[in-house]
């Protein structure tokens, strides 16, 4: 069976300091992974997606950037990050094989800057 | 043209009511159509989907209607129960992503 893992499941960070969460799927080869962020009572904001190694697509202008270093592995950077940059971060994974198929979601992981 | 309009933000219903959530589109070139349950500090939950060329799809307490003619579909929940009082969101799939509506926060009261 597959399973999506991310960590770490809660971050306090100050204004302008740097970012990594890392997401990695097991159990599936040449997953689609996605970020998406959801901020307090809102819906779920694509930000990045990757339909493989390398390959990055960002939806969404901002300081964020990702990175996908092996196949079953997608990090969620940032260099300085903002007040509006708050939120829940979830990771999710689809089948390759499909051009719609359903996305699997991490447990996420709850980032608030102060 | 990308988005996914859903509806109502809230919803309270009583303990074996009927819950239902509204969502409109207006790409015609989704053909994909999940609904996710997600409860508070978790990531969403893939509940029930549906692809355009049925009108209805029912697993247990829970249906998905769709009109392809409106560009609308809905989730029923059938005796709605407390442990349902969750966010629901639905979404339209195409060309490897799906757009989210924004969600119905679901409150069952015993």
């Known amino acids: 069976s597959q399973t999506i893992h991310q960590w770490p499941a809660t971050l306090v960070q100050p204004v302008g300091s740097p970012l990594s969460l890392e997401c990695t799927v097991e159990?599936?080869?040449?997953?689609?992974l996605y970020w998406y962020r959801q901020a307090a009572g809102r819906g779920l904001q694509l930000l990045f997606y990757?339909?493989?190694?390398?390959?990055i697509s960002s939806e969404v202008p901002q300081n964020l950037s990702a990175s996908r270093p092996q196949d079953r592995q997608f990090i969620l950077s940032s260099k300085k990050l903002l007040l509006s940059d708050s939120g829940f971060y979830l990771c999710?994974?689809?089948?390759?094989?499909?051009?719609?198929?359903?996305?699997?979601f991490g447990p996420g992981t709850r980032l608030t800057v102060l | 043209q990308q988005q996914v309009k859903q509806s109502p933000q809230s919803l309270i219903v009583q303990k074996g009511g009927i819950s239902i959530i509204n969502c409109a589109y207006e790409?015609?070139?989704?053909?994909?159509f999940p609904w996710y349950q997600q409860f508070p500090g978790k990531g969403p939950a893939l509940l029930i989907a549906?692809?355009?060329?049925?009108s209805e799809k029912k697993e247990g307490r829970f249906t998905i209607s769709f009109n392809k003619s409106a560009k609308q579909f809905s989730l029923h929940i059938m005796d709605s129960q407390p442990g349902d009082s969750a966010t629901y969101f639905c979404?339209?799939?195409?060309?490897?992503?799906?757009?989210f509506g924004t969600g119905t926060l679901l409150a069952v009261q015993p």
């Open positions: 549906i692809r355009p060329d049925v």
């Open positions: 979404a339209a799939g195409a060309t490897n992503k799906l757009i």
């Open positions: 990757s339909v493989g190694i390398g390959q």
């Open positions: 159990g599936t080869s040449n997953p689609n």
């Open positions: 790409n015609t070139a989704f053909d994909y």
């Open positions: 999710a994974w689809k089948r390759e094989s499909s051009s719609t198929d359903t996305q699997y």
